[in-house]
């Protein structure tokens, strides 16, 4: 069983292929922009083009157009390869990436939302998250996470702002998602945006 995940929901662009679970090839990059140009040249550079029979695609929360990609580019390449697509939610993977150094211990993911609010969750000891992700601003996304560990792209800022705990400064990474717990993968993939679109059509 041959694996590609895919990651382009947040700043950063990841790619990845497993054998059997074994890692074969990666690739990570933090872009900010020009997600759609870069994610299938990164693709198309694994082995075989990356050619797979299962592929995980990174559902957001995250940035409305690399959510879109992502899935775009997933949904494209299962009916050409007629692999399965599977979606993993963004932050458990990043709650994955924190517990495969700290294994055992809760953890709160922190990253960047849209019009200066986080994206938060919380997740127990066993990476299931212990309440849904939410869309808060600063001062109230502080006390939407307890655990002292938290990671993300503003887990800095989230620690510096409640004056305790350790964080862990992480972008999404590919390469960890198969470590991502299988109750979590949806076999139907759809965006999880975590907050109401910007633009919304007129009556």
Do not use: K
């Amino acid at each position: 069983m041959r694996t590609l995940a895919i990651e382009c929901a947040t700043e950063a662009c990841s790619v990845a292929l497993f054998e059997n679970e074994e890692p074969v090839a990666h690739d990570h990059r933090v872009l900010g922009r020009g997600h759609a140009e870069r994610l299938v040249p990164m693709i198309a550079a694994l082995p075989e083009r990356g050619r797979a029979d299962r592929i995980l695609v990174s559902l957001g929360p995250g940035s409305f157009t690399g959510v879109r990609i992502g899935l775009a580019t997933a949904r494209a390449l299962g009916y050409a390869w007629r692999a399965q697509v599977a979606g993993y939610p963004t932050l458990a993977l990043i709650a994955a990436m924190m517990q495969a150094e700290h294994a055992g211990e809760p953890v709160g993911v922190c990253t960047t939302g849209g019009h200066g609010e986080w994206f938060v969750q919380p997740f127990g000891r066993e990476g299931l998250p212990e309440a849904d992700v939410r869309s808060l601003p600063p001062e109230e996304a502080v006390r939407a996470i307890g655990a002292p560990l938290v990671g993300g792209t503003q887990a800095e800022a989230l620690v510096a702002r409640r004056g305790d705990g350790r964080a862990l400064p992480l972008h999404p990474d590919a390469r960890f998602a198969l470590q991502v717990p299988g109750s979590l993968l949806s076999a139907d993939p759809r965006p999880i945006y975590g907050r109401p679109p910007d633009a919304r059509p007129s009556a």
